[in-house]
């Protein structure tokens, strides 16, 4: 059985910081690119990271500088370090694995996805 299982999630002051953890089995994290998402208005899903297999990542302009992306294949978990974070931050979090589509429905139905994990920050 393929599982996320995302932790770290809470609340934090605006200019603090939050460290998200996702750990993986059932499927060959290793060989698999993944991806931080957060939850927008109408279920609607926008990918903030990414990592792949060889550690190459990106980030969407509105996290860039702000955000790290980081994974440990020893582990099967890959991590989401926020920085300087803002109000507008506050969302559900999710991790993803294997198919990561720019903008999605939260948990698609294909792909991988965690159960999500939700952030607060307050002003």
């Known amino acids: 059985e393929v599982q996320l299982v995302e932790s770290g999630g809470g609340s934090a002051q605006a200019g603090g910081s939050l460290r998200l953890s996702c750990t993986a089995s059932?499927?060959?994290?290793?060989?698999?690119?993944t991806g931080w998402y957060r939850q927008l208005p109408g279920n609607e899903c926008q990918l903030l990271s990414t990592i792949d297999n060889y550690g190459t990542t990106a980030y969407v302009d509105s996290v860039k500088g702000r955000f790290t992306i980081s994974r440990d294949n020893a582990k099967n978990t890959v991590y989401l370090q926020m920085n300087s974070l803002k109000p507008s931050d506050t969302a559900v979090y999710y991790c993803?694995?294997?198919?990561?589509?720019?903008?999605?429905?939260?948990?698609?139905?294909?792909?991988?996805w965690g159960q999500g994990t939700q952030v607060t920050v307050s002003s």
């Open positions: 993803a694995a294997d198919r990561l589509p720019p903008r999605v429905r939260c948990r698609p139905g294909f792909g991988y």
């Open positions: 059932g499927f060959t994290f290793d060989e698999s690119d």
